[in-house]
DNA sequence: ATCCGGGCGC
DNA sequence: GCGCCTGGAT
């Protein structure tokens, strides 16, 4: 994996309703940015994928100007076309984005930006941009338990491969379990020397589950790692799969702490990670249709969430969740946003019939 | 008593 | 889908 300064080549990105925009990319900076009139754009390419090819390989990001704070109105990328850097600079940007309008698209009239009234496109809920700036401020002055601790922070001293490993291990831990209590078993593993896939190979299972104890599913955790190390020394030299596929291939990794580790051991965001909290606030806010699974829930969202609010709205919805929006009488009088929510107040409370034996029900 | 910051096997 | 695996918190 080589970083050098060299840039990896200049790319047509056709968006639609838009035209045509000429983009240089770069292996170290992974974004790049231009301005036109109406707009900025921005497109960043994943970490992992050095040679671009294709549109999945790039996110890019249109934002009206003039909006305190810009706004990102798509992100959807028709074509990337690798273009021959020795064609010359690049054209005029400004000039050409006005100027060269998109031939196989339908064009708008005023201003390009892309598809305000696109009837195909699912539409985002109205005031969506306000619901997560109210929430952004209650976070901001309460103290969720998600603030202080994640298993983001695990390894930071690590070299990169044995950082990622002990990511995917404290993702593995986390499930079901208090973030200090991931720590603490993280922190005895460390101590024993058993957080590189080797160590964790070579000892005993009745060990690391002792080691791991209290986190919940400890047993099964215990052999998971086991199964894990033995796949990463096996099929990936003693890292992890860079891969959502792959790791989900892991056993005791589903698509919760798949996405979270690609976000964190790779930087490389594949999708968002929800869990309970983020499932249940997007169906309390209607930000989704009614949807039963966490899965359902991450799809739905990511229809029409911009993709650089992928990562922030976990830990977003999660300190909310455990706060303000919590799953048994949530506290809608505290919340800042409620006349906005279409739950509102409006929890069956099932006020469970106190059991208690009176006269009234002994008769 | 009831609820978790999931995943798996059925 | 549904029950289960776990200890700790409310």
Redesign the pocket.
Known sequence: MCLCHQQVGHMLIQLRNYTLLPLALSQTKFTNRMHTRAASIKAEMAPSEHNPKSESDICVYVRKKRSRKPQVITENIVKVEPQDPKLGSLPDIEEFAYNKPSIDLPQRKSKPILNDNDKTEVKPPSNWVKVLEGIREMRSLENA??DS???EKAGNSLPPNERRFAVLISSLL???T??H?THGAIQRLHDNNLLKPEAIDNADESTIKELIY?V?????KASNMKKIAKISLLDYHGDIPNTLEALLS?????????HLVMNVAWNNVQGICV???VHRICNRLGWVPQT?TPEETRKALQIWLPKEEWVPVNPLL?GFG?TICT??RPSCGLCSVSGLCPSAFREATPKKIPRVKTKLSES
Do not use: E, N
């Open positions: 338990p998600v601790m994640g298993c986390s499930s079901q208090k973030d209590v209290p919940g599913f400890y047993t099964r892991l056993p005791g990794i589903g698509p919760k702490m798949a869990d309970t909290h039963k999660v455990q799953p048994l």
